[in-house]
Every structure is written in C-alpha cells, then in structure tokens.
C-alpha cells in the first residue's frame, strides 16, 4: 500500500510540475517577476546564513565548548578588561578557584616565535607555549600519537605537539611523524603528536591573537628558556588562562567568585595586585567579539525580513492575477459552479504558480 501511494504520490508531483511549467511560459511577465524576487530573497538568506552558520553555529574542536572561557586581569582605573597576567598569579587563581574543574595558561603570542632551526634556512614559527594540562582543559586528543601532560612536560619539557598545517607542509603528511626530532632555537624536541585540521587555539580570529599567525605547533611553558623568571616575577604579565567550568556552574557565578580571589589577592600583596580585578569571558565571545555576534544576529534577523517581504511580494502577484480573473470567474458562476469549486481552483491555480516559481528560483540560485 504504501509502495503504490509513494508512486502515486510521485507522479502527482510530476503533473503538478508540468502544469506550472506551462502556466509560467503563458506568463512569462509574471514568471520572471516572481523568480526574480524569490531568488533574490533566498540567496541574501542564504548567503547571510552561511556567515551565521561558519561564525556562531559551526561546531568548534573542543569538547563542550560552552563551560570553556577565558580568564583575563582586569585594571579598572585605566578602563582596561582584558590583559595578560603573570604566572604567579595564574598559579594563585587556579589554587583558590573553586568554579572551574581546571585552569591552563598559555604564553602570549610575541612571546611564543621560536626559530626552526637544524636546516640551511631558518624558518621563523608561531608556536604556543602552554602548561601542561593545556589540550586535557580544551579536551582536543591528537589525530596522530597524543597531547603531552603535565607530569610528563616536568621530567622532558623538550616535547612538541605540532599542527595538521605543520605536519603535512614539513613533513609530507607522513605517518609515521611520531617520534621524529625538530631542532628549535638550537634544541631538540621530539614530536609526540599532530592536532585536528580545525583544532586552532589560541585562535588567530580573536582579539587577543588578532596580531599574530597561526599557531604552528604547541611547546611546553617550562622548555622557554626564561621560565625561572616567569615562575617568580608578578610583574610579568605574558600569560592568558583558559578554563573550564565546573558542571551547573555559570558564567556569573565564576565571575563572582574570581573577584573575590582577585580581592583577596589585592591585599596579599599590595605591591603588584592592588586595583586589579578578574574578567570572566565565555569562549564564545572571546572568539567572535560580543559586538560581533550581535551584528550578525540583527543581520540575519534583517535577512529573514527581507524573504517574508519577498514572500508577501510574491503573493500579492497572485491575489493581483486573481483579481484579474474576476470576469472568468463570473462566467463560471454563472454557469453553475459553487463557491467551494472556484475557491479549489483558484487555490490550486495558486499552489502551481508557486511550486513553479519556487522550483524555477531553486534552479536559477543551483551552482
């Protein structure tokens, strides 16, 4: 039974097809204005949706992104919400903080260019030189070999995780990439595992990496050869810190309590803390910009305007061709037919005219 209704169902379809066509090529006028305007709307719709999708909605590499943010010193007398803090105190918040499972830091990006060396040319890199439980806070394994660790970077700090870029541009793709040495800055590390082509983080696209290249491989923190000193000095600012929430815990939440700790930190040492606060950025927003996102959902809110404007256009075209019809119409009720019989037929006149206009915009919009 339901074989028999599916191609039944198909030949409708194509009879309803045929006679659209052949009620489009009587009015090629009314065609062309309708095709027009429903191929006008559908493509700024989908153009702008594209946009939407790869910007706001295209999933990141990241297991649930949305307990990820990012945590920056703040410095409200010079009006100043995003800024780099040292290590001492990425250590302090990450030991008092009670709202996040983890917290990892991550190198500044003027910080991370490395040299690689070893060849007859040297060939400047933008790595990431991050701690230790960096890819086990993002939660992103490796495609080939694996992410390094924190208790392993403290015994060999010489190791490298590499990008998919990296890999098949130095490498040649090659499999058996694992275990393999890179000279950088005179040293050799060894190359324990390459990362998701869409795995990018700290993100060039972001405001706070907006100035630097694509990350081309990540480094251990303690292989930078000024790590004693980072340990040590407040005054250092060259880390940002990334997080993740704890579960059933908010944004707000988080920002409260690290005002606290930032509170408490202030008094502790007076020196170097004092007058500075903790800002609390969900990744979402540390990737795309608040502003952005809202630029973007008032467009595609203004887009979906611009298709039912279309769509009401294209419907005023056949209630006017419908009205046009008025004289027809009178001659058949005059003959006898009822109210019931001329609205089928005007509707279904209808119903064709768009099926055909429809079809005809798809076609006209296809690649």
């Not at 209704?5 to 009620?23: D, E, K, L, P, Y």
């Not at 040292?86 to 003027?110: G, I």
Request: one cysteine or more; aromatic letters at 8%; a positive charge.
């Amino acid at each position: 039974m339901s074989f028999h209704t599916s191609i039944f169902g198909r030949i409708v379809s194509i009879r309803q097809f045929r006679h659209a066509s052949r009620v489009l090529r009587n009015s090629p006028g009314f065609a062309l204005t309708s095709i027009l305007t429903l191929a006008l709307g559908i493509g700024i719709t989908s153009a702008i949706f594209s946009v939407v999708y790869g910007v706001l909605l295209k999933p990141t590499p990241y297991a649930l992104p949305e307990h990820l943010c990012l945590l920056w010193k703040s410095v409200p007398k010079k009006n100043l919400d995003r800024d780099w803090t040292s290590y001492p105190t990425y250590q302090d918040w990450k030991r008092n903080a009670r709202s996040f499972n983890d917290l990892a830091a991550f190198l500044r990006p003027d910080g991370s260019i490395v040299n690689l060396t070893g060849t007859d040319n040297v060939e400047q890199i933008q790595s990431t030189k991050v701690s230790g439980n960096f890819f086990t806070v993002l939660g992103t394994p490796a495609v080939l070999g694996r992410t390094f660790t924190a208790s392993e970077i403290d015994r060999d700090p010489n190791l490298a995780v590499v990008s998919n870029e990296f890999w098949r541009q130095h490498f040649s793709s090659a499999k058996d990439v694992v275990g393999r040495d890179l000279e950088i800055d005179g040293v050799s590390f060894e190359v324990i595992g390459v990362m998701p082509a869409d795995f990018a983080f700290p993100a060039k696209e972001s405001q706070a990496w907006s100035q630097a290249k694509d990350t081309q491989m990540w480094l251990p923190i303690n292989s930078d050869s000024r790590w004693a000193a980072f340990q040590k000095v407040r005054l250092a600012d060259a880390f940002g810190v990334v997080a993740r929430l704890r579960e059933n815990t908010t944004t707000d939440q988080a920002q409260a309590e690290m005002s606290a700790i930032a509170g408490q930190l202030s008094r502790e040492h007076p020196d170097t803390d004092r007058y500075l606060g903790v800002h609390v950025v969900p990744l979402a927003i540390y990737l795309v910009g608040s502003r952005v996102r809202l630029t973007l959902a008032l467009f595609m809110g203004a887009v979906m305007v611009v298709l039912l404007m279309a769509c009401a256009n294209v419907a005023g075209l056949f209630v006017s061709r419908t009205f046009a019809r008025r004289q027809s119409v009178a001659i058949q009720i005059a003959l006898g037919a009822g109210r019931a019989d001329i609205l089928a037929q005007v509707s279904g006149a209808a119903r064709q005219r768009a099926l055909g206009s429809a079809a005809a915009a798809a076609v006209a919009l296809a690649p």
